[in-house]
């Protein structure tokens, strides 16, 4: 089985991480970076729109 990434990018520090869609929550929930803390929607940090509909797919 592949394992799938969906790539992440914090729109406060602009800083870029991986993450398998599985450990992730809902798309509408919040969601913290790991490097600033900053709290948005888990969509808000979504690099592009292949990488949300990536997460959706999995929830």
């Known amino acids: 089985m592949v394992e799938a990434f969906v790539r992440l990018v914090c729109p406060e520090c602009g800083k870029e991480w991986q993450e398998t869609p599985t450990d992730l929550p809902e798309v509408?929930?919040?969601?913290?970076?790991?490097?600033?803390?900053?709290?948005?929607?888990?969509?808000?940090?979504?690099?592009?729109?292949?990488?949300?509909?990536?997460?959706k797919q999995f929830q």
Do not use: I
């Open 28 to 55: 509408r929930k919040n969601f913290s970076c790991p490097a600033c803390h900053a709290t948005r929607r888990l969509s808000e940090f979504m690099r592009t729109d292949r990488d949300l509909r990536a997460v």
